[in-house]
């Protein structure tokens, strides 16, 4: 496959043929190197066949001591988490498929509709061919520029003194530079910078963002098969952040680099039709100035995609524990209930409320019911609740039955 991509380049199609053979290649090393991972008798084999059996033993023993139920709510998930890891960290198809196609292709091909839809661009080709037209112009009219003192007129010398017999000649003046830095000095050193800045945080960026990119889905099944067990599904969790946060990058940068192309066109199409001798430094800087802003943006740009993939997190249900570790409590919260008659105040109206049944019907005195402690008010539900155990001093005590006299 690697001798399939593309060798030759094209000078004025460069940054589109450069990103071109920088994808072939990285598809290939990719293929290869999650070959090389899962090859027979691997290292990374074999570690996923005992960690798929750790699973299954972890599972089963749970089911022993009660801890997991045979249940469909209980059994599918476990299943169906098997049956991904083993697709995506042993078949390169399904791993190509859902995996690679989808974050490495999946963002341009989407920003690439986007463009055909706002811009009318073909793709992120036609967008990079006028990139690099842009970039031939500016640096085109930065040599123009920098020429610039071999157009002008050459200033008037004197004419050669005499020189008198028996004498030796005059000093000659000496030569002057081949370049003063002048105005049309300046003002190349502006068009080249604008320039590189301009590539760097374009065709330099992308180009980066592919590389670490494609090391990312070299070591996907790696982080992959550490989603089976809980304990180390941080591990997966961060790794798949960080691979779509790289993977939404061409997301935003191919729009905004359609964006400053649009910007920056009319300006050097002024520069390469104007001749050498009337560059000024006004077009120069607002050219520096759309290209600084430009490399803010897109540094913007790559921030944004580390926050929107920093918002993913992967499932850590009850159900999806299978490592041991005790599933979370549910949260609970106090029901307000209507308060609670304590025991002794229903001691003292049920002996109350006979005394006075007895005395009526016997026509004695009346009785009075002394406590030899206070009765405190009705507490809530749940320091009733904290009031029934047993503890030194927290009885009430004998209440005492005195006769009136």
Known sequence: MIAACPSSIDP??????????????????????????LAPGGGLATALTIALTVYVAIFGYRLMLGLSSLTLGEVVPHFIKIGVIL????SWPSYQTLVFDLLFNGPQQLAGLMM??????????????????????LTDA?????????????????????????????????????????APQFVAVLLWISALVLMAMSVGVLLVVRIV????????PVFIALALFRPTRGVAEGWLRTTVKFALVPLFALPLIAAIVAVLAPLTVDLGDAPVTT????????????????AAVMAQAARLGGSIAGGIRLPRGSTAAASGDPAPAA????????PMTTRAQAIVRAIDA????????AGDAPITVAATRMITAAAPATAALADTANRLGQGYRRLAVIPRT
Do not use: H, N
Request: neutral net charge.
């Open 12 to 37: 004025s199609a460069l940054a589109r043929d450069v990103l071109t053979s920088a994808d072939c290649l990285i598809s290939a090393q990719v293929e290869k190197g999650y070959a090389a991972l």
């Open 87 to 90: 697709a995506l960290a042993t």
């Open 213 to 220: 990119l494609a090391l990312l889905l070299v070591l996907g």
């Open 142 to 182: 930065a040599g123009d520029a920098w020429a610039q003192t071999a157009a002008l007129p050459a200033p008037p010398t004197a004419p050669p003194a005499a020189v008198l017999p028996g004498l030796a000649p005059p000093p000659s003046a000496i030569p002057p530079l081949p370049f003063a830095l002048g």
């Open 354 to 361: 006979g005394d006075r049944r007895g005395g009526a019907a």
């Open 279 to 294: 560059v000024r430094d006004g077009p120069a800087l607002l050219i520096l100035l759309a290209v600084m802003v430009f």
């Open 116 to 137: 055909r839809q706002t811009s009318g661009a073909a793709g992120s080709g036609d967008v990079l061919l006028a990139l690099q037209a842009v970039f031939d112009r």
């Open 331 to 338: 949260s609970t919260r106090d029901v307000p209930t209507a």
